[in-house]
């Protein structure tokens, strides 16, 4: 168990539909990093939180968006969903956010647009 | 932009053989960090390297940071069963705006 936790672990929905997925970090870690995982693929990195501001960006589209909120839990809302939107998405946190921190991953949602 | 190659793509093994796989970059990396992933799970830090020339293990895992800064390698010693599953790797420098640049992964799969 990394003490990363992630909600939902499923999520079945429709296209053109939003969701939201839910992430609380390690206590005491002030960084917070959202991946994607499609079938069979690497991690595609999507956007990294710090201690509430925006840190990086990833290959993120804009009908998403994500935000740490002060008690340091994140949100990653997808919106207008399409089937290609199908896929792992992982809550990753550290202690800081800059050089060497390792990154420890939750269990992820599985999301599924039908 | 930055490419890491991690290589095998995968690997086919009998239970008891030794593994190795390795990742390249096209730039200098500060950290090198490997993780294993299980089905439907996330991923899960194995080892972390912090300076060129280091040579870390964890068990049966022995991963050690290149010279060059630019590649490092992962062994498993007599795997067993339950080393199947991805492996990732991952580097950090000072340019990627601290971002971690993923490989691919290597898949590990024992014969039965």
């Known amino acids: 168990d990394s003490g990363v936790t992630q909600t939902p672990k499923h999520l079945i929905t429709a296209t053109g539909q939003r969701v939201t997925l839910r992430c609380s970090p390690r206590?005491?870690?002030?960084?917070v990093y959202w991946y994607q995982q499609s079938l069979d693929q690497g991690l595609q990195f999507l956007i990294q939180?710090?201690?509430?501001?925006?840190?990086a960006k990833g290959n993120i589209l804009e009908r998403f968006s994500a935000q740490q909120f002060p008690d340091l839990h994140s949100e990653l809302n997808l919106s207008s969903l399409e089937l290609g939107d199908s896929a792992l998405y992982f809550c990753?946190?550290?202690?800081?956010?800059?050089?060497?921190?390792?990154?420890?991953f939750g269990p992820g949602t599985r999301l599924t647009v039908l | 932009g930055q490419q890491l190659n991690q290589s095998p793509q995968s690997m086919f093994i009998q239970e008891g053989e030794d593994v190795s796989m390795n990742c390249t970059s096209s730039?200098?990396?500060?950290?090198w960090l490997w993780y294993k992933q299980e089905p439907g799970e996330g991923p899960v830090l194995l080892i972390a390297?912090?300076?060129a020339g280091e040579l870390t293990s964890n068990g049966r895992l022995t991963a050690q940071f290149g010279i060059t800064r630019k590649d490092s390698f992962l062994n498993i010693s007599a795997s067993i069963p339950s080393d199947v599953g991805i492996y990732f790797c991952?580097?950090?420098?000072?340019?990627?705006?601290?971002?971690?640049?993923w490989g691919a992964g290597t898949k590990l799969i024992i014969k039965p």
């Open positions: 990753a946190s550290s202690v800081g956010g800059g050089l060497n921190n390792e990154q420890f």
């Open positions: 206590s005491g870690d002030l960084s």
């Open positions: 939180y710090y201690n509430g501001e925006e840190r």
């Open positions: 730039s200098i990396f500060n950290t």
């Open positions: 390297l912090y300076k």
């Open positions: 991952a580097g950090q420098d000072l340019d990627s705006n601290y971002q971690l640049i």
